[in-house]
Structure formats: structure tokens, C-alpha cells
């Protein structure tokens, strides 16, 4: 029996490539009869909206709240236009009264698939976005699916590479990736570098995917470079549309510890990449 996405959430904003991920995630809902939220994050934080609350008559920053709030509403409609063309029956769209991570983390902890974007620096030249899919995974414990820019694959993912390890965070990844994977026509089970000693973990978690009605293909790999590269040279170079993978790594207070593997592949991922930790 199939596992399905009920609940997904497509973070929606001002960038250049949102509507590719709006896509992905109207595809995806439509093939899992699931309901599709798009998430507009104001910038407004609980703190900031307190602060303002206290200083309600300062004219210096109530106008500038007022043009985060009209943006969000303009993106918002966007949204729904959008997927009301590509048939998505069930949708709505949230505008969140928070900052980026924070807002998208805790509406993703309430749904089955979270669906962002990798960071464009053209796009925000004064933030740094470029760990926010792994904050948001290691906050919700939600898969995260991100889009790159201009990726060329729009319909849901027919060849999927899983980067498989012995570790717990690439189980809950093939876990959060089950509705994909039991659609998927092609799914390579990759192991960079196995140890000489023969199989192991790998035959494992292939026989569990059989059980599910996922076939695989069992791939190993050598190399002496850096892994993450190795991950996505042969992510691209097999043709697959999509790589899933555990995001390794853990937050102290606010600030992102991640694993090489996963920061190399967040930062140079040209294939649409499914993480969780």
C-alpha cells in the first residue's frame, strides 16, 4: 500500500524562481490528491511586532511594516492564481508574521513535505540564506525538497537517486521521500566508498524499500574527493531528477552546524535534492 503526502507547504516570495517551486509543488500535490499551502513569511518577528505594539505612532517604522505586509499579499495572490491554473482543488495561502527560518520551521512541522528554494545571492545580496533548508529540516523534522534555480525537471521526479549511509538521517530521508520513491519509475540506491568487507546496510534498506514497492538499483561508488561533489556529479551525470539524502548537522542557539557533505550539496546542487534529518 502507498504512502502519500497529505500536507504540503511551498515556502512563497519575491524571488526570481519562485514559480518553479510553486510548480514542483502543484505537481506533487495533484499526483498525491494532497492540500497545498503557500507560506508568504512577512519578516515581521513575534519580537519586532511587540516592539511596534509599544510604539504604535512612530512614523519611522509603521509605513515600513505596512510595505512587508503588502508584499506578502501581492506574492500571496500570485500563489493562487498560479495553482488554481495548474488544477490544485485544495490550497490556501499563509501570510506568517515572522522572519524566514523561523516562520517556514514552524509551519513545517505540521506537514507531511516542506518545498523551498536554494538561495540566489541575486536575490538577496544582503542575506545569507544559504542554510535555510537545513535549518528548517533540522527544526521540524520535516523533509525538506529544494529547488534549484531553472531546474529543468517540473513534474514530479521519475528517476531518484537515494545517497545511502548507515546513519538515521538517511533513513528518515527515505522515509520522508516514500510517496516519491513509490512513484518513481527508476531509483538508484548509491553508496560512496562501501567498506571491502562485502554488503552491508545497503542490502537492508533495499529489501525494506521491496517491501514498500520500491525496486532499486544498488550503485557503489569510489572516490577520494569531496563526497558532496561525488553526490552530485553522479546525480547529473545518471540523469536522475532528484537526490535524497539525510541533512547532517545540529543548531546551538542560532546558528547552523552542518556536515561538509550537506553544505557542499546545498551550495552547489544544480538537481532538485529531498533532505531531512
Known sequence: MNTCYKVILVHIDRSRYCADRVEWAANIALEENAHLIGAAMTGVSKFLHDTV????????????????????????????????????????????????????????????????????????????????????????????????????????????????????????????????????????LLVINPPASGPGSESDIALYLSRHDVGVELVAHHTSGDIGRALLSFTADSGADLLVMGCYGHTRLRELLLGGVTRTVLSEMTVPVLMQH
Open 53 to 188: 505594539a509599544m510604539h504604535a505612532d512612530d512614523p519611522a517604522i509603521v509605513p515600513y511594516l505596512e510595505t512587508l505586509r503588502q508584499q506578502s499579499d501581492v506574492v500571496r495572490r500570485q500563489f493562487e492564481d498560479s495553482v488554481k491554473n495548474f488544477g490544485v482543488s485544495s490550497f490556501e495561502s499563509r501570510a506568517v508574521e515572522e522572519e524566514i527560518a523561523l516562520g517556514i520551521s514552524t509551519q513545517a512541522r505540521y506537514c507531511d513535505l516542506v518545498i523551498l528554494g536554494k538561495y540566489d545571492r541575486e536575490d538577496f545580496p544582503g542575506a545569507d540564506h544559504v542554510d535555510l533548508p537545513a535549518y528548517v529540516a533540522l527544526q521540524s523534522g520535516c523533509p525538506v525538497l529544494i529547488v534549484p534555480p531553472l531546474a529543468s525537471f517540473k513534474h514530479t521526479p521519475r528517476h531518484i537517486v537515494v545517497a545511502w549511509n548507515p546513519g538515521s538521517e538517511a533513513r528518515q530521508a527515505v522515509q520522508g521521500a516514500m510517496p516519491l520513491l513509490q512513484r518513481a519509475g527508476k531509483v538508484q
